[in-house]
């Protein structure tokens, strides 16, 4: 059984300590990264996890008020708080979650926390949905598109960026542009977040295509790309400082 895992910090480093520790795991599929709460509950609406490796001090809608709001959900998943703060422990578990695990993470005190979620599941009968569920969803580098009524298979290297026209979704390579079937929330999830990046509402680049970094206007940027078209990228406000943080400018 594999359960499909959502990981959410505002810190990147401390996403990336975490996924690091996760990928140990057998049990665990790492199949989304949120840095904030709010963008954590766009993608539970979006996709079945199983499981939230959930901070608590964030900006805006904190750990434990998210925690609280999925419990209202059909199906939520099953939440592990991994945080530096251990006053909020008592407060986590009124909102149903099976373990708290203080930074810095300690390797087996994880597991012990992933082999709870594992053993609860089992004992609800949700054990072969979960396998079912992680079947689809694994990884195979590519993404199906559409060119001239045939599907093609977009290598995830090759894609510069992806983007919205209207009410479509489009991939861009480096001569090319392929019609997608996904939204971008589901594209966020399916895609390897170390690599690709939500810049703007309406753009995610492929990190290792940018080139330039173009300062714009009141904070906001844009990205040339490699592309035929040497293309520009817009970075929002809010992004940029996301992207600063990751980048290190």
């Given at each position: 059984m594999k359960l499909r895992a959502l990981i959410v910090d505002d810190e990147y480093p401390a996403r990336q300590e975490l996924r690091y520790a996760l990928s140990k795991i057998d049990n665990v599929e790492i199949?989304?990264?949120?840095?904030?709460?709010?963008?954590?509950?766009?993608?539970?609406?979006?996709?079945d996890y199983s499981v939230l490796f959930l901070?608590?001090?964030?900006?805006?809608?904190?750990?434990?008020?998210?925690?609280?709001?999925?419990?209202?959900?059909?199906?939520?998943p099953h939440?592990?708080?991994?945080?530096?703060?251990?006053?909020?422990?008592?407060?986590?578990f009124d909102v149903n979650a099976v373990d708290y695990i203080l930074k810095p993470?300690?390797?087996?005190?994880?597991?012990?926390?992933?082999?709870?979620?594992?053993?609860?599941?089992?004992?609800s009968g949700n054990g072969a949905e979960a396998a079912t569920q992680a079947e689809p969803a694994?990884?195979?580098?590519?993404l199906?598109?559409?060119k001239n009524g045939k599907t093609v298979l977009v290598n995830?290297?090759?894609?510069?960026?992806?983007?919205?026209?209207?009410?479509?979704?489009?991939?861009?390579?480096?001569?090319?542009?392929?019609?997608l079937h996904f939204t971008l929330k589901e594209l966020?999830?399916?895609?390897?977040?170390?690599?690709?990046?939500?810049?703007h509402r309406c753009f995610i680049v492929n990190l290792h295509k940018v080139k330039e970094i173009i300062p714009f206007f009141n904070g906001t940027y844009s990205l040339v790309v490699d592309d035929k078209e040497r293309s520009e990228v817009p970075l929002s406000r809010a992004q940029a400082k996301k992207l600063r943080r990751i980048l290190g400018f």
């Amino acid at each position: 059984m594999k359960l499909r895992a959502l990981i959410v910090d505002d810190e990147y480093p401390a996403r990336q300590e975490l996924r690091y520790a996760l990928s140990k795991i057998d049990n665990v599929e790492i199949v989304g990264e949120a840095a904030n709460a709010q963008e954590a509950l766009s993608l539970i609406k979006a996709l079945d996890y199983s499981v939230l490796f959930l901070d608590i001090a964030m900006p805006g809608m904190s750990g434990l008020d998210l925690g609280a709001v999925i419990q209202e959900l059909p199906n939520p998943p099953h939440v592990i708080y991994v945080t530096a703060y251990d006053e909020y422990a008592v407060k986590a578990f009124d909102v149903n979650a099976v373990d708290y695990i203080l930074k810095p993470i300690d390797e087996k005190r994880l597991r012990k926390a992933v082999n709870k979620v594992l053993k609860l599941m089992r004992e609800s009968g949700n054990g072969a949905e979960a396998a079912t569920q992680a079947e689809p969803a694994i990884r195979i580098g590519r993404l199906p598109a559409e060119k001239n009524g045939k599907t093609v298979l977009v290598n995830e290297s090759d894609i510069v960026y992806i983007f919205t026209e209207g009410d479509a979704v489009y991939v861009k390579t480096f001569a090319d542009r392929y019609l997608l079937h996904f939204t971008l929330k589901e594209l966020e999830a399916r895609l390897n977040p170390t690599i690709f990046f939500r810049t703007h509402r309406c753009f995610i680049v492929n990190l290792h295509k940018v080139k330039e970094i173009i300062p714009f206007f009141n904070g906001t940027y844009s990205l040339v790309v490699d592309d035929k078209e040497r293309s520009e990228v817009p970075l929002s406000r809010a992004q940029a400082k996301k992207l600063r943080r990751i980048l290190g400018f």
